[in-house]
């Protein structure tokens, strides 16, 4: 009798490290603000969240660069939320321009992985007109870094020719299913 439901135990386990669980529970976006802080060079057109079902939301963006761009550099930052955000491992800032023609940054290319299948932006500087990015939402099919649970804040700098041009906050919230 025992050496049955140590064979159960056994086989359950196996099943559970061979069937792993299919993902976190929760994984979207929880809201967005984006602001401009120079008018003539980019105006943001739309900065939304949509809410598609309890599970999905979608980001759309719409920004127009008034003036050719061949200088950008990006700065981002991911804060987790303990009593405020407080800043969590990145830090980083990247060359835009160079990250176009050969993505070189790690987290740089995990995030272009999340947002490019919904974006316009797919080729080289110099960046002019409209940036577009339409319902992306947040899939774990590209996420390959371990993430604790809990909600965080993605807020990136976008600095042209040395001069901060407008910012982007994204929050979102990564639970994970233990079972």
């Not at 056994?10 to 120079?38: E, H, M, Q, R």
């Not at 899939?139 to 390959?144: S, Y």
Request: proline share 5%; aromatic share 12%.
């Amino acid at each position: 009798m025992r050496s049955g439901l140590k064979i159960v135990v056994i086989l359950t386990i196996l099943c559970l490290i061979i069937l792993k669980p299919s993902g976190p529970v929760v994984f979207k976006l929880t809201n967005v603000i984006c602001g401009s802080y120079n008018k003539t060079w980019v105006i943001i057109n739309q900065c939304r969240l949509k809410a598609i079902n309890r599970h999905r939301t979608v980001f759309n963006f719409n920004a127009t660069l008034l003036h050719p761009t061949s200088n950008i550099n990006v700065h981002y930052q991911m804060f987790q939320r303990a009593n405020g955000y407080k800043p969590w491992l990145i830090n980083s800032k990247i060359d835009g321009c160079r990250f176009l023609r050969k993505p070189y940054d790690a987290l740089g290319i995990f995030m272009f992985n999340i947002y490019k299948n919904f974006t316009n932006v797919n080729h080289t500087c110099p960046l002019q007109g409209d940036l577009l990015v339409k319902n992306m939402y947040l899939t774990t099919d590209a996420m390959r870094l371990p993430l604790p649970t809990g909600d965080y804040l993605l807020a990136i700098h976008w600095i042209f020719y040395g001069k901060p041009q407008f910012a982007t906050n994204v929050s979102f919230q990564f639970v994970e299913d233990i079972l």
